[in-house]
């Protein structure tokens, strides 16, 4: 069996020496490092998709940083971005968490405020990728059901019986029982409790629609 690849650091930095001594401790800590010294050949090709963090200088010639932190954004780029600066100042910082930056340090950056800073990170978006497939899986179970399934499944959730269902949808109880173990094998629920905390937000969103 392959193991899983250890998250990635993307380190932006015209410096070549800063991103040599950077990348050499960052891969201290068991992260790999992927050094761009060109932020638009950075934007063109970086995996999008890869766990871990993004690491990136303010001033650089062509493009400054800031302006790829908002290009970043834009483009719903999800990875957390840690800000570096020689020369910050109250503004530029406002700015930079304003746009989403995760951290903002000034240079010569502490080793352990940046490792710390990407440590924690990259476990924000492990959670957050984990989080996210979560959700797309119960949206993915929700799309299976039938209308009158989540109907029943809006009325479970009101804490209605199955003969309270029944007629308030003009139906016997059987054939309620029917549709509740039906919505239970499609959303893959054994417990009511379940039910109820991973679909009710799903109920009041479709009958706000």
């Not at 650089?60 to 910050?88: R, Y």
């Not at 746009?99 to 990407?118: M, N, Q, T, W, Y």
């Amino acid at each position: 069996m392959t193991a899983p690849l250890s998250p990635l650091i993307h380190l932006i930095d015209d410096d070549e020496a800063v991103r040599s001594s950077l990348a050499l401790l960052i891969s201290t800590v068991g992260l790999r490092v992927q050094p761009w010294a060109d932020p638009q050949t950075f934007l063109k090709t970086f995996d999008r998709e890869s766990i871990g963090a993004i690491v990136l200088d303010v001033r650089m010639p062509g493009i400054s940083g800031l302006t790829v932190l908002d290009m970043l954004k834009e483009q719903k780029v999800d990875q957390p971005v840690i800000m570096l600066t020689g020369h910050g100042t109250i503004d530029m910082c406002r700015r930079a968490f304003k746009s989403g930056a995760a951290e903002f340090l000034e240079k010569p950056v502490d080793d352990e405020r940046l490792l710390e800073a990407l440590q924690t990170s990259v476990r924000q978006h492990v959670q957050s990728r984990q989080r996210n497939q979560a959700d797309r899986v119960t949206r993915q179970r929700y799309a299976q059901l039938s209308e009158r399934e989540r109907e029943v499944l809006g009325l479970i959730v009101s804490g209605l019986t199955n003969k309270e269902i029944g007629r308030a949808l003009n139906v016997s109880p059987r054939t309620i029982e029917t549709h509740r173990a039906n919505l239970f094998a499609k959303l893959e629920i054994d417990a009511l409790a379940q039910l109820v905390r991973q679909y009710a937000a799903l109920v009041d969103e479709d009958t706000a629609a």
